[in-house]
């Protein structure tokens, strides 16, 4: 069965310190895709990345790095710098390849409070 | 109007109150989801619909009737709720159902309370 687990159910942070948010998956395809969604208190979740099974170079936006290392099967993400507008409730999810549905299994989410 | 809308965004019904909920895609795209997000628990898949036709209804109890009457539009016709059905619900549009080509564009919910 897939699953996403997101452990770290709240973290707290001051302005400008880095903060990573862990992410853990399973899965017995070999073809996925991981997602990060950011909730901010608004509601809607805004997609910040896709990254297939098949590319394991990590990734830099901006303050936003993501470390995917399928050995661990994990795809942590990482905010440099951290700001007040970072808080928010970040989702991982995986994505069945092949389904029938784009079916997305979705973590329980890390809520990030970043104090001033 | 951008992107994926819903309304109402905040709804307080009785357990024998009828309603419903618009989603409404501005996107051009071909999928539409709806999610129930409660507390504490994972986002829950509810239906799909590509083409407007449905292609899963993920075990959802019958007092939630989907509705999808062409690409752009998605309801979610409510009736005789339990208090546990309160939650955050999210619509959400993709290109396709091509697994993890298309990302999901999601609306910012309703969020229904079931006295």
């Known amino acids: 069965a897939q699953k996403v687990t997101q452990a770290q159910t709240e973290i707290s942070v001051v302005e400008k310190e880095d903060v990573t948010l862990d992410c853990v998956y399973e899965t017995r395809d070999t073809t996925y895709y991981l997602f990060w969604y950011k909730q901010p208190p608004s509601g809607e979740l805004v997609f910040l990345i896709r990254?297939?099974?098949?590319?394991?170079q990590n990734e830099i936006s901006g303050r936003y790095s993501w470390n995917f290392q399928k050995s661990t099967s994990s795809f942590n993400f990482t905010i440099t710098a951290s700001q007040v507008v970072d808080s928010a409730v970040y989702f991982c999810?995986?994505?069945?390849?092949?389904?029938?549905?784009?079916?997305?299994?979705f973590g329980t989410g890390t809520l990030l409070a970043v104090q001033p | 109007e951008t992107g994926v809308t819903q309304t109402p965004r905040h709804l307080v019904m009785g357990m024998t109150n009828k309603k419903s909920l618009k989603c409404e895609q501005h996107?051009?795209?071909?999928?539409m989801y709806w999610y129930k997000q409660s507390a504490k628990k994972p986002l829950e898949l509810m239906f799909v619909?590509?083409?407007?036709?449905?292609?899963e209804n993920n075990s959802v109890p019958s007092r939630f009737s989907p509705e999808c009457p062409n690409s752009s539009h998605l309801f979610l016709h409510l009736h005789t709720l339990q208090p546990e059905d309160s939650a955050l619900y999210l619509c959400?549009?993709?290109?396709?159902?091509?697994?993890?080509?298309?990302?999901?564009?999601f609306g910012p919910g309703t969020r229904l309370t079931v006295l």
């Open positions: 999810a995986l994505s069945e390849v092949g389904g029938a549905t784009n079916k997305l299994i």
């Open positions: 959400a549009s993709s290109q396709s159902l091509a697994g993890g080509l298309d990302e999901q564009f």
């Open positions: 619909y590509s083409l407007e036709e449905r292609v």
């Open positions: 990254r297939n099974s098949f590319d394991e």
């Open positions: 996107l051009g795209h071909n999928a």
